[in-house]
Nanobody, 128 residues
């Protein structure tokens, strides 16, 4: 059974940094894409970043571009979201998600549709 487990959330002051991770149980990573989403209280879930495990660029939401960076360690099946210059509006539950890579990825990566597997989420709270 495919599983995703996030960790690393917490409380941080505005302007600070946090690095959250997502361990993917799948070993045949080349077939998959991975993404980060977040959901703030009372708001809809929104796209943060996405990438293909077999290479290529990482795509970011405009609201985090230049502040957040995705990295990955294939030998550990782990993806990371390094969040710098955090703002109070970044407060949310952050989820990682994964799905099989398809030809529609570039058209759909910002939506939840390409991702069949989701982690439990990790809370990130930014105090102002």
């Amino acid at each position: 059974q495919v599983q995703l487990v996030e960790s690393g959330g917490g409380l941080v002051q505005a302007g600070g940094s946090l690095n959250i991770s997502c361990v993917f149980s799948e070993r045949a990573l080349g077939r998959y894409t991975m993404a980060w989403f977040r959901q703030a209280p009372g708001k809809e879930r929104e796209f943060v970043a996405a990438f293909r495990w077999n290479g290529g660029p990482t795509y970011y939401a405009d609201s985090v571009k230049g502040r957040f960076t995705v990295s990955r360690e294939k030998d550990k099946s782990t993806g990371y979201l390094l969040m710098n210059s955090l703002k109070s509006e970044d407060t949310a539950v952050y989820y990682c998600a994964a799905g099989l890579a398809t030809a529609d990825f570039l058209r759909m990566y910002k939506s939840s549709r390409p991702y069949d597997h989701w982690g439990q989420g990790t809370q990130v709270t930014v105090s102002s």
